[in-house]
């Protein structure tokens, strides 16, 4: 099974850029599907971030207006988050995860399936 | 803007039967919705339970089952644990691979 492992600064100031790597083992990122983002503030619930399939087509939740950017690195068998203009707002624990696929009727879904352990990022001064 | 909508908090009699909704603010949850359905303890990283509406993740028992009920989906807990007290959080697949998670359910077992 693949296994994800978030690494990054656990610290951020405002308005910085909080910069995020998923390493993915036991699976080549260039073997295909989904990979992506998701985040919970202390206390609350999840938040879908956005994913990257394997070719860079990337999807982005719209609350975030533009400040996301998923990226694929292939030679390291790793994807990155970035978001830029941090506030105290983009405090949480970040997890990556990745899609399994399966078929219904005659055409395939997928759905987030794997989790990485999370990376607690905070933001302040 | 899309809200997924889910109890807040539901309880349960150990060895009893419940189950959590999973809707849409405006509009009905179907199959196409591909509703996925995970288990959260505090702090700890969330489960896979269901996906696809109704099927069960690798290793997940199966008095944990996915459905569509009316216009949302739903996941049944039948002969309730103490373990399965914990957080359980649906998401819908909106198309254009924008995906949205509903608020969570926090579920007593008592």
């Known amino acids: 099974q693949v296994h994800l492992q978030e690494s990054g600064p656990g610290l951020v100031k405002p308005s910085e850029t909080l910069s995020l790597t998923c390493s993915v083992s036991d699976f080549s990122i260039n073997s295909g599907y989904y990979w992506g983002w998701i985040r919970q503030p202390p206390g609350k619930g999840l938040q879908w971030i956005g994913s990257i399939y394997h070719s860079g087509t990337t999807y982005y939740n719209p609350s975030l207006k533009s400040r996301a950017a998923i990226s694929v690195d292939m030679s390291k068998n790793q994807f990155s988050l970035k978001l830029n203009s941090v506030t105290a707002a983009d405090t949480a624990v970040y997890f990556c995860?990745?899609?399994?696929?399966?078929?219904?009727?005659?055409?395939?879904?997928?759905?987030?399936?794997?989790w990485g352990k999370g990376a607690t990022v905070t933001v302040s001064s | 803007q899309t809200v997924v909508t889910q109890e807040p908090s539901l309880s349960v009699s150990p060895g009893g039967t419940v189950t959590l909704t999973c809707g849409l603010n405006s509009g009905s949850v179907s199959t196409s919705s591909y509703p996925s359905w995970y288990q959260q303890t505090p702090g700890q990283t969330p489960r896979t339970l269901i996906y696809g509406t109704s099927t069960r993740s690798s290793g997940v028992p199966d008095r944990f089952s996915g459905s569509i009920l009316g216009n949302k989906a739903a996941l049944t807990i039948t002969g309730a644990q103490a373990d399965d007290e914990c957080d359980y959080y649906c998401v819908l697949y909106m198309g254009s691979g924008y995906w949205v998670f509903g608020g969570g359910t926090k579920l007593t077992v008592l």
């Open positions: 995860a990745s899609y399994g696929s399966a078929l219904y009727g005659n055409r395939y879904f997928y759905y987030m399936d794997v």
